[in-house]
Structures are given as structure tokens and as C-alpha cells.
């Protein structure tokens, strides 16, 4: 009786309300649940998990102490003290430089807030660190490189452990003084602050050997100086630019400055401002943002004592480097305090040369502290007999390509992951790579795709196995939209007489042109694309490959060749293209697309590049030239899961997944790359045949504005159980039509109504509880908990979502 008249109760506010509300509860919910007495308490814990993005809580206490004693203020005396001249100054912000340890200083003119490229607060328990920690923490510039040989001339063996990183302060053999000295020699440290937060940065002048490490001014101008950075104790050195412009810090290293004088050494790597926005401990109520996926938070306010490592742009095939994290954005920020200030670096040249490492603060750091390594050379394997063996060892040439980073420094309300996505969003959009949806339609579009026919191994060649015609196509076409289901996108696999499993098929139809024709011209009256996939990266068995010619070989000199077993025991052989391959055979094709009147949809070269050998060893950098000239003249165009230097391209970004790499240190899943792309292009999630959250995933599509796709067949799928489409392992229309429909549905009553809006805010009201906010003054709710949720502006059942109009 007492849950009846609650449940009154929720009525009655629900009619008092006078907002309009598009309400929307579980699916499927029409059986009954049996609940343990503890299931709350485990929900919560899942609520609570780096699954879901959680509440800003931070307490008084804590947020007062960080204000009192772990926000930066500096006087202009106290930065004239520590050596620092002012270099730059706009309307949004002061950069100061001190030049021995390439160490900057920033202030943001609107918050009053200041930045440091060193560790600070290292004074703050009355003892430093060691001199050679504080030496890499007070350093603005690293080298990372390797000793060739020894000092009597032999070679080295050269491994990982080779790479030794060091500073401009550790070269130079930088000493501290200690408290007494400090007092005797430095009138302003005897003054009451001997173990302030300046003086525990002062050194002994004399101890600088500039016979070792030496910092030149090369020029200067009003925006920009740039330095000459002089490492003679390597035989190193190259040039600097810091540039400050419309509010934007920069930083760039010219690739073609760098100078190797000494044999016994090579550079492998530079770091420039590796401490910059670092935090002590867990005393910083803020976060990391890193691009992994889409997209994780690290809450650094509490201890990890982890580390973090990956390559912008994923995996480097071409040196068998491998990442289980995707960076598909070049850019990483740092939050101090939500609502207060915070920074995002984008990598805005030679991202594919840089690798983003984080380390966390534990037993082996008192620092959060994030940074990006410019990568100038790399190890590689060199093969010396044909059973693959050889040693490592490093290129001889250096990167062809500059490095530059610019720092966007934000407050107030747009010191968050949003802001951040927002703003690097904008600067995007300004640049003409990220644009305004065209013709925004009344409902959501959704994807769906229909396998044709694959092959498998007969007694003599190969069978081909049918799995849905051209007509079956156009039968679920008009059955969806009679349904409702009106913006449908539709892909053609296994279209080939090659079949699906064959990377880069023949542009051979295994239809009449006509009845391709007519599904082409079909979904064309109703202003729906459709499209042809094939792969022009990765091919397996092709018949368009020549083996000599078009096989990349790895930076060791091997070919790219792999073999492949799928679960139900199919072999098959697969071949990474050379670029140029690639570039040709896309080209080649684009008539045939437009003749037919179909776009084209591809999967690896959106997300798969490499570095490899053709005479000479080419760069991650031309292979992106390759393909951003190769799909230059496509009009439609869908990738997966693409890097953002191909984003200028597509017309539809498939197979989001709704995770970043689970890492254990990552607290928070947060939507950083669907808001980037929100207002700009349609974003479609993985198939969801293969759904395993049910309707916990459409509640995040919901949340991220993704929108469905399907693979379907009109053959039942273990008729394919045999072909390199094994893989797909429920396809059947007969399956998923109602799916369809009813998923169709319950997305498209909540996006539909923010179709070409970008969102402007995301906040968590209630634990398991988001609100998303669009430009176009929409508001979703999302609750992924079982307990019903209310404020003045809905009334929110569990497992549920609500538009607010």
C-alpha cells in the first residue's frame, strides 16, 4: 500500500509539471526482476566506477586548502628573483621565460591564475627532492638519446633500456643551496621565506657549466622569440620557437635546425615543458583528459601510482609498435579545478612523431605530471638471416617533420573536459575541418548494413555462399520505412563476385548493374545515401594485389604479411598495402562509385597508420599525405573509427564504442570525442547485433548522441559459418526487424530533436544521473541507476531518459 501511494505522489508532481517532456522508460521491461537485499549497495559501486563519469564532489576542506596552499602566486619581484623576464604579453595572457632552464611562467589575464612549466611546491613538507629529480623538474626542455658507442670507440648493444632521458638543469650539473646558504647569500630568503616555494627553486649560479648546456637567443619580435638550444655535452642542438597569438601559447621544435655533431651519440627524442600544469599529490581538485577512445578522465586528487604511454594515431605497425589505447585526437588536458582553470595542448604539427605519457602519482612520484614526447628517430629491429633474426638498433635519419604544440588556456565554466572539447571543437570548426551538418533531417539517420554473399573453400577453389540480394535489400528498405524508420544509410558488403572476406575486391559486381542501379536510385528519391565498403589498407587474398609492388615492407625490411585464423577455423592471408598502393587504387576507383552512384565506406585507412621501407624509410607522415590526397575527391565518404586528420573527409564517423582502454588509473568515462564532433557529422555506434550492455548501451548512445547500426542478412547466419565472415555471428533480418524498429524508435524520440546542435554542457546532477545540454536549448536526461530521480524539471524513472523541450 505504501508503494502504491508513493507512486500517487510521483504522479501528481509529474502532472504539476509545466515544462514539455518526452519521456522514455526501459525497454523490455515488461518481466519481472527479482532483486537481492544488496543490489543498491552494488550499484552504486558500478554508478561509482570509471564506467560511468562522475559527480564533481570535492570537500570544503579540501578545496580550501588547495586555494590557500597549492595555487601559484608570484610577484613580479619574486619572478625577477628566479631569473624569469616577461617575453610575450596579449589581452589573454602573460608568458614569462627564464632562459638557462627553458622554464616558463603564464598567467591567465582573466583568472589571475598562474601556470608553471616546473614541479612546484617541492619545498612544501620541509624537505626537497633529490637534486637530480629536482634537476629534471625544474627543466622546460628534455633530450631523450642513445650512446652508440663507448668512450674507447667500440659499438654498444643498443635495447629499450638504452634511451636515457636527461634535462637542461642535469647536463648543466645544476647544484641547490641549502637553507643556510640560502639565508647568507640571498637577502630576500632571509626575509621569512627560506623554504617558500621560491627559494627552494634557487641555484648556485656558479654550478651552471655552460660549457656543457647553453641557451642562445636567436631573435625576437613583439609574439614570438626563438632560442638555439645547444647541447654540447651530446653534440646536440636545434631550434625553439615560443609564439604567443590570439590568446594561444605555442611551442614548435624545427626538424630541420636539429644538428648532430658527436657520433658517439644519437637523438631519439625531445620534451618540451614536461611538468607544465603538474600537480603534488592528491592535492588538486581536478583531472587529466586524455583522448582515449571516447574519451577518460584521471582524478588526481587521489594517489594511482601508475603510468601511461601511447602514440597519437594508434599502433606504429611499421616498427611493431603496439597500443591497446586509441588517440584519435592530438590533445591532452589538464584541469586544476573544475569551474577554474585548465588547459588543453594540441599537437597541431607532427602529432604521428608524438607519444603521450602520464605518470601518477605514488611511491615513485609526488607528481601528477603529463607530457608529450617529439619523437626524432626510432629503434627498430635489423634482420640479419631469413630466420628473422638481427638486434635492434636506430635509423640513421632524423624526422622530416617540425613539432608543434599550442596550449589553449581556459576558466570559469569552460575549465572542464567539456569546455576543453568544446573549445578545441570551435578551433576545429574556425578551420574549416569540422563543419555545420548539412540539411539536418526531422529523425536520426540510421545505419544498416547488408552482407551480399562471401566465399568458402571447396573441393577445387571456392564457393560462393549467397547471403542477401539486391531485392532483398530494397524489401527491409520499404518495410523500415513504412515502420517509421525514414533516414536509412545503407552499406553493401560481400558486393564483389571477390565476396566479403577479401580486403580490396574487385570492382566486379556479383549483381546486374542494374539492380545496383536500382537500389541506388531508390534510396536517392528519399535523399538516403548508399554505399559500397571495400578496404584499400589491409587486403586478404586480393587479386588487385601484386605481391612485388604493392606489399609495404616494414622499417625492418619485412613484408607485411600476416596470417589469420578465425574461430571456426578459416585461414586466410593479410597484406598491408604501401601507401602509394593505396593512394593509386583509390583513385582508380573513385569513377567506378560515382558511375554507380554509390559512396564509398572503408575502415583501415581512417585509423591504421604506419611507417615503412621502399627504397628508403618513409615516416608515419607520408602515409598520412597518401591518404588525405586519395580521398580528396570523395563526396561521400564514411571511415571508422578515423583519425582527426582525415575528419575533413568523412561524411559519416562509424564504429564508436562507448569505452576508452579500461585502464585501472582512469576514473571516469567521459563523452570527450562525441562532443567534438556534435553538430558537425552523424556518429554511428558498433553494430548492435553484437550488443552486450542491452539497454544500458542505448542509454549511453542516448547520452552521446550515437546512432544505431546493424549488419543483417536475409540468409540465416550459419549458412556463412565456414567463410571469413564466421565472425558475424547473428545477422539474420528475421532476427533483428522488430529490434530494429523498437531501437530505432527510442533513440530517435530523444536525438531527434537535437539533429545538428553541438553540446555545450554535460553535468552529472545525481550519482548515475546526466544531464547533456545542446546549443539549440534541449536538454537529456539520462539515468543509468534504478532509482527514480526528480528535480523542478522532471521526474525520472530508473534505467530511463527524459528531453526537455
Same mark, same amino acid.
Given at each position: 500500500?505504501?508503494?502504491?501511494?508513493?507512486?500517487?505522489?510521483?504522479?501528481?508532481?509529474?502532472?504539476?509539471?509545466?515544462?514539455?517532456?518526452?519521456?522514455?522508460?526501459?525497454?523490455?521491461?515488461?518481466?519481472?526482476?527479482?532483486?537481492?537485499?544488496?543490489?543498491?549497495?552494488?550499484?552504486?559501486?558500478?554508478?561509482?566506477?570509471?564506467?560511468?563519469?562522475?559527480?564533481?564532489?570535492?570537500?570544503?576542506?579540501?578545496?580550501?586548502?588547495?586555494?590557500?596552499?597549492?595555487?601559484?602566486?608570484?610577484?613580479?619581484?619574486?619572478?625577477?628573483?628566479?631569473?624569469?623576464?616577461?617575453?610575450?604579453?596579449?589581452?589573454?595572457?602573460?608568458?614569462?621565460?627564464?632562459?638557462?632552464?627553458?622554464?616558463?611562467?603564464?598567467?591567465?589575464?582573466?583568472?589571475?591564475?598562474?601556470?608553471?612549466?616546473?614541479?612546484?611546491?617541492?619545498?612544501?613538507?620541509?624537505?626537497?627532492?633529490?637534486?637530480?629529480?629536482?634537476?629534471?623538474?625544474?627543466?622546460?626542455?628534455?633530450?631523450?638519446?642513445?650512446?652508440?658507442?663507448?668512450?674507447?670507440?667500440?659499438?654498444?648493444?643498443?635495447?629499450?633500456?638504452?634511451?636515457?632521458?636527461?634535462?637542461?638543469?642535469?647536463?648543466?650539473?645544476?647544484?641547490?643551496?641549502?637553507?643556510?646558504?640560502?639565508?647568507?647569500?640571498?637577502?630576500?630568503?632571509?626575509?621569512?621565506?627560506?623554504?617558500?616555494?621560491?627559494?627552494?627553486?634557487?641555484?648556485?649560479?656558479?654550478?651552471?657549466?655552460?660549457?656543457?648546456?647553453?641557451?642562445?637567443?636567436?631573435?625576437?619580435?613583439?609574439?614570438?622569440?626563438?632560442?638555439?638550444? /645547444?647541447?654540447?655535452?651530446?653534440?646536440?642542438?636545434?631550434?625553439?620557437?615560443?609564439?604567443?597569438?590570439?590568446?594561444?601559447?605555442?611551442?614548435?621544435?624545427?626538424?630541420?635546425?636539429?644538428?648532430?655533431?658527436?657520433?658517439?651519440?644519437?637523438?631519439?627524442?625531445?620534451?618540451?615543458?614536461?611538468?607544465?600544469?603538474?600537480?603534488?599529490?592528491?592535492?588538486?581538485?581536478?583531472?587529466?583528459?586524455?583522448?582515449?577512445?571516447?574519451?577518460?578522465?584521471?582524478?588526481?586528487?587521489?594517489?594511482?601510482?601508475?603510468?601511461?604511454?601511447?602514440?597519437?594515431?594508434?599502433?606504429?605497425?611499421?616498427?611493431?609498435?603496439?597500443?591497446?589505447?586509441?588517440?584519435?585526437?592530438?590533445?591532452?588536458?589538464?584541469?586544476?579545478?573544475?569551474?577554474?582553470?585548465?588547459?588543453?595542448?594540441?599537437?597541431?604539427?607532427?602529432?604521428?612523431?608524438?607519444?603521450?605519457?602520464?605518470?601518477?602519482?605514488?611511491?615513485?612520484?609526488?607528481?601528477?605530471?603529463?607530457?608529450?614526447?617529439?619523437?626524432?628517430?626510432?629503434?627498430?629491429?635489423?634482420?640479419?638471416?631469413?630466420?628473422?633474426?638481427?638486434?635492434?638498433?636506430?635509423?640513421?635519419?632524423?624526422?622530416?617533420?617540425?613539432?608543434?604544440?599550442?596550449?589553449?588556456?581556459?576558466?570559469?565554466?569552460?575549465?572542464?573536459?567539456?569546455?576543453?572539447?568544446?573549445?578545441?571543437?570551435?578551433?576545429?570548426?574556425?578551420?574549416?575541418?569540422?563543419?555545420?551538418?548539412?540539411?539536418?533531417?526531422?529523425?536520426?539517420?540510421?545505419?544498416?548494413?547488408?552482407?551480399?554473399?562471401?566465399?568458402?573453400?571447396?573441393?577445387?577453389?571456392?564457393?560462393?555462399?549467397?547471403?542477401?540480394?539486391?531485392?532483398?535489400?530494397?524489401?527491409?528498405?520499404?518495410?523500415?520505412?513504412?515502420?517509421?524508420?525514414?533516414?536509412?544509410?545503407?552499406?553493401?558488403?560481400?558486393?564483389?563476385?571477390?565476396?566479403?572476406?577479401?580486403?580490396?575486391?574487385?570492382?566486379?559486381?556479383?549483381?546486374?548493374?542494374?539492380?545496383?542501379?536500382?537500389?541506388?536510385?531508390?534510396?536517392?528519391?528519399?535523399?538516403?545515401?548508399?554505399?559500397?565498403?571495400?578496404?584499400?589498407?589491409?587486403?586478404?587474398?586480393?587479386?588487385?594485389?601484386?605481391?612485388?609492388?604493392?606489399?609495404?615492407?616494414?622499417?625492418?625490411?619485412?613484408?607485411?604479411?600476416?596470417?589469420?585464423?578465425?574461430?571456426?577455423?578459416?585461414?586466410?592471408?593479410?597484406?598491408?598495402?604501401?601507401?602509394?598502393?593505396?593512394?593509386?587504387?583509390?583513385?582508380?576507383?573513385?569513377?567506378?562509385?560515382?558511375?554507380?552512384?554509390?559512396?564509398?565506406?572503408?575502415?583501415?585507412?581512417?585509423?591504421?597508420?604506419?611507417?615503412?621501407?621502399?627504397?628508403?624509410?618513409?615516416?608515419?607522415?607520408?602515409?598520412?599525405?597518401?591518404?588525405?590526397?586519395?580521398?580528396?575527391?570523395?563526396? /561521400?565518404?564514411?571511415?571508422?573509427?578515423?583519425?582527426?586528420?582525415?575528419?575533413?573527409?568523412?561524411?559519416?564517423?562509424?564504429?564508436?564504442?562507448?569505452?576508452?582502454?579500461?585502464?585501472?588509473?582512469?576514473?571516469?568515462?567521459?563523452?570527450?570525442?562525441?562532443?567534438?564532433?556534435?553538430?558537425?557529422?552523424?556518429?554511428?555506434?558498433?553494430?548492435?547485433?553484437?550488443?552486450?550492455?542491452? /539497454?544500458?548501451?542505448?542509454?549511453?548512445?542516448?547520452?552521446?548522441?550515437?546512432?544505431?547500426?546493424?549488419?543483417?542478412?536475409?540468409?540465416?547466419?550459419?549458412?556463412?559459418?565456414?567463410?571469413?565472415?564466421?565472425?558475424?555471428?547473428?545477422?539474420?533480418?528475421?532476427?533483428?526487424?522488430?529490434?530494429?524498429?523498437?531501437?530505432?524508435?527510442?533513440?530517435?524520440?530523444?536525438?531527434?530533436?537535437?539533429?545538428?546542435?553541438?553540446?555545450?554542457?554535460?553535468?552529472?546532477?545525481?550519482?548515475?544521473?546526466?544531464?547533456?545540454?545542446?546549443?539549440?536549448?534541449?536538454?537529456?536526461?539520462?539515468?543509468?541507476?534504478?532509482?527514480?530521480?526528480?528535480?523542478?524539471?522532471?521526474?525520472?524513472?530508473?534505467?530511463?531518459?527524459?528531453?526537455?523541450?
Amino acid at each position: 500500500m505504501l508503494k502504491v501511494f508513493k507512486y500517487l505522489i510521483v504522479v501528481v508532481i509529474f502532472s504539476a509539471l509545466t515544462i514539455t517532456v518526452v519521456n522514455a522508460s526501459t525497454q523490455n521491461s515488461a518481466y519481472e526482476i527479482v532483486l537481492s537485499d544488496n543490489f543498491g549497495y552494488i550499484e552504486d559501486l558500478v554508478l561509482q566506477s570509471s564506467r560511468y563519469t562522475q559527480q564533481e564532489q570535492v570537500s570544503p576542506e579540501a578545496l580550501q586548502l588547495y586555494r590557500d596552499d597549492y595555487t601559484l602566486s608570484f610577484t613580479e619581484d619574486e619572478l625577477a628573483f628566479l631569473g624569469y623576464e616577461e617575453i610575450l604579453n596579449d589581452a589573454q595572457l602573460r608568458v614569462y621565460f627564464e632562459q638557462k632552464s627553458f622554464s616558463v611562467v603564464i598567467q591567465n589575464k582573466e583568472t589571475g591564475y598562474f601556470w608553471s612549466s616546473r614541479a612546484e611546491f617541492q619545498h612544501i613538507e620541509g624537505t626537497n627532492e633529490t637534486p637530480l629529480f629536482r634537476n629534471m623538474m625544474n627543466s622546460g626542455l628534455w633530450i631523450e638519446s642513445v650512446r652508440m658507442l663507448t668512450n674507447g670507440g667500440a659499438p654498444i648493444n643498443i635495447n629499450e633500456k638504452s634511451l636515457e632521458t636527461e634535462s637542461l638543469y642535469r647536463i648543466a650539473g645544476v647544484a641547490y643551496p641549502n637553507d643556510e646558504n640560502l639565508i647568507a647569500n640571498y637577502p630576500e630568503c632571509a626575509l621569512g621565506y627560506a623554504t617558500s616555494n621560491v627559494c627552494s627553486q634557487v641555484i648556485i649560479p656558479e654550478r651552471y657549466n655552460e660549457s656543457r648546456v647553453r641557451v642562445d637567443r636567436v631573435s625576437t619580435s613583439a609574439d614570438a622569440i626563438v632560442t638555439k638550444v /645547444n647541447i654540447f655535452e651530446y653534440g646536440f642542438s636545434f631550434n625553439v620557437e615560443l609564439r604567443l597569438e590570439n590568446g594561444v601559447f605555442k611551442a614548435k621544435v624545427y626538424s630541420d635546425t636539429i644538428v648532430e655533431n658527436d657520433p658517439k651519440f644519437k637523438l631519439t627524442g625531445i620534451y618540451v615543458f614536461p611538468y607544465l600544469g603538474s600537480t603534488r599529490k592528491d592535492t588538486t581538485p581536478g583531472y587529466f583528459v586524455i583522448p582515449d577512445g571516447v574519451g577518460a578522465l584521471v582524478r588526481i586528487n587521489q594517489m594511482h601510482g601508475d603510468t601511461f604511454q601511447s602514440r597519437y594515431f594508434g599502433s606504429e605497425y611499421g616498427y611493431d609498435s603496439y597500443t591497446t589505447s586509441q588517440l584519435t585526437m592530438p590533445i591532452f588536458g589538464i584541469v586544476h579545478e573544475v569551474g577554474g582553470n585548465g588547459f588543453y595542448a594540441e599537437i597541431v604539427e607532427g602529432a604521428q612523431q608524438g607519444i603521450l605519457y602520464a605518470d601518477l602519482y605514488g611511491a615513485n612520484s609526488r607528481y601528477n605530471y603529463m607530457r608529450t614526447k617529439y619523437s626524432v628517430r626510432e629503434l627498430y629491429r635489423r634482420i640479419i638471416n631469413a630466420e628473422g633474426g638481427g638486434s635492434l638498433t636506430l635509423l640513421d635519419q632524423l624526422t622530416q617533420y617540425d613539432y608543434a604544440t599550442d596550449y589553449h588556456f581556459l576558466g570559469g565554466s569552460d575549465a572542464s573536459y567539456v569546455g576543453i572539447a568544446a573549445n578545441y571543437r570551435e578551433k576545429l570548426r574556425d578551420a574549416g575541418i569540422l563543419k555545420d551538418l548539412v540539411e539536418p533531417s526531422a529523425n536520426i539517420p540510421i545505419h544498416l548494413n547488408y552482407l551480399m554473399a562471401d566465399t568458402e573453400n571447396a573441393f577445387i577453389g571456392v564457393r560462393r555462399i549467397r547471403m542477401t540480394r539486391i531485392n532483398d535489400v530494397l524489401d527491409m528498405y520499404e518495410t523500415l520505412k513504412e515502420a517509421g524508420v525514414t533516414n536509412q544509410m545503407v552499406t553493401l558488403h560481400g558486393w564483389s563476385n571477390d565476396g566479403n572476406g577479401v580486403g580490396l575486391a574487385r570492382t566486379k559486381l556479383n549483381e546486374s548493374r542494374r539492380q545496383f542501379e536500382k537500389l541506388s536510385d531508390t534510396l536517392a528519391e528519399d535523399g538516403n545515401p548508399v554505399y559500397l565498403n571495400n578496404d584499400y589498407v589491409v587486403a586478404s587474398d586480393s587479386r588487385r594485389v601484386n605481391y612485388i609492388n604493392d606489399i609495404a615492407r616494414n622499417v625492418s625490411r619485412l613484408k607485411m604479411t600476416y596470417s589469420n585464423l578465425s574461430f571456426s577455423g578459416v585461414e586466410s592471408n593479410i597484406q598491408v598495402l604501401y601507401p602509394k598502393a593505396t593512394a593509386a587504387k583509390l583513385k582508380g576507383d573513385e569513377k567506378f562509385y560515382n558511375n554507380l552512384g554509390y559512396g564509398l565506406e572503408t575502415g583501415s585507412v581512417g585509423n591504421m597508420l604506419f611507417s615503412y621501407y621502399d627504397n628508403r624509410v618513409y615516416e608515419r607522415g607520408d602515409a598520412m599525405a597518401y591518404y588525405q590526397d586519395a580521398l580528396e575527391g570523395y563526396d /561521400n565518404l564514411l571511415l571508422s573509427t578515423p583519425n582527426s586528420y582525415l575528419w575533413q573527409y568523412m561524411d559519416g564517423y562509424l564504429d564508436m564504442a562507448v569505452t576508452n582502454g579500461q585502464f585501472n588509473f582512469y576514473t571516469d568515462l567521459a563523452p570527450i570525442l562525441p562532443i567534438v564532433l556534435s553538430g558537425s557529422v552523424p556518429v554511428f555506434t558498433p553494430y548492435l547485433n553484437f550488443n552486450a550492455l542491452g /539497454n544500458e548501451r542505448l542509454l549511453m548512445m542516448i547520452d552521446f548522441n550515437i546512432n544505431p547500426r546493424y549488419v543483417l542478412t536475409e540468409e540465416n547466419t550459419y549458412k556463412m559459418r565456414y567463410t571469413r565472415s564466421s565472425n558475424l555471428y547473428t545477422t539474420a533480418i528475421s532476427d533483428y526487424e522488430a529490434e530494429i524498429i523498437d531501437t530505432y524508435q527510442y533513440i530517435n524520440d530523444a536525438l531527434k530533436h537535437v539533429i545538428g546542435a553541438m553540446i555545450v554542457e554535460r553535468e552529472v546532477v545525481a550519482l548515475g544521473v546526466v544531464r547533456v545540454t545542446y546549443d539549440n536549448g534541449v536538454s537529456i536526461y539520462v539515468n543509468y541507476s534504478d532509482e527514480i530521480y526528480m528535480n523542478n524539471d522532471v521526474i525520472l524513472f530508473g534505467k530511463s531518459y527524459e528531453v526537455v523541450l
